[in-house]
């Protein structure tokens, strides 16, 4: 098993381009998050989706947008990229089942973004 | 409301004890431990569940008071591997696995 996939691995934007962040992973599991980590800070959630065909809102969703492709894929849409968008970008995975709460998340090796 | 962490950064020699904790105001029903190295991804250690259930890590230690709204990571006897940044990561009761993470306390451990 991968686990959790990410691309690209490292990315730099200019100011206004867009761009599309893919995720994949092959756990077979039903909810999936987006966070971004800022230099010496904790993570901060972005999107998740709960399951397939859902998606919602997490700390930091201003200037992104989502997509849960399917069970496997949840892509993050980055549509006018501005310079405080430069971060690091991880996509998790938890089970999910249905009402889960405590649930383990399984973290992609991150991209690394700079708008610049 | 982000957890507070503390110490934000610890040194050890190999073989010593540290606790790191992570505060909330809020009431919790989980609290997740993950710690990352430089340049890599988080990787799980623990959940502390309200009342007293844990999943994770057998070799780590750690628990949450309920009263307080806070949790404790023991490193005891510590490793050179223990090195890394370790986060906190707070879940209230509705919200269905959304967690959030506190700001990290870098830990370094000596030969």
């Known amino acids: 098993n991968a686990g959790v996939t990410q691309t690209p691995k490292f990315q730099v934007l200019k100011t206004g381009q867009s761009m599309t962040l893919q995720c994949a992973q092959d756990m077979n599991h039903n909810s999936m998050y987006w966070y971004r980590q800022d230099p010496g800070m904790g993570l901060r959630l972005i999107y998740y989706?709960?399951?397939?065909?859902?998606?919602d809102k997490g700390e930091v969703p201003n200037g992104y947008n989502v997509s849960r492709l399917n069970k496997r894929e949840f892509s993050l849409r980055l549509e006018s990229a501005a310079p405080s968008q430069t971060s690091v970008y991880f996509c998790?995975?938890?089970?999910?089942?249905?009402?889960?709460?405590?649930?383990?998340?399984?973290f992609g090796p991150g991209t690394r973004l700079t708008v610049l | 409301q982000q957890p507070v962490q503390s110490p934000q950064a610890v040194i050890l020699r190999e073989g010593e004890d540290a606790v790191i904790n992570c505060s909330s105001s809020k009431a919790l029903y989980s609290v997740h431990w993950y710690r990352q190295k430089h340049g890599e991804a988080p990787v799980f250690l623990m959940i502390?569940?309200?009342?007293?259930e844990q999943k994770g890590h057998e070799k780590i230690s750690a628990s949450f008071n309920e009263k307080k709204q806070q949790s404790s990571l023991y490193l005891t006897a510590s490793q050179l591997s223990y090195s890394g940044t370790y986060f906190c990561?707070?879940?209230?009761?509705?919200?269905?696995?959304?967690?959030?993470f506190g700001g990290g306390t870098r830990v370094l451990v000596k030969p």
């Open positions: 502390l569940l309200k009342g007293g």
């Open positions: 990561g707070t879940e209230r009761g509705a919200a269905g696995n959304k967690l959030t």
């Open positions: 989706s709960a399951s397939e065909g859902t998606t």
């Open positions: 998790a995975s938890s089970k999910g089942l249905q009402g889960a709460r405590a649930d383990t998340q399984y």
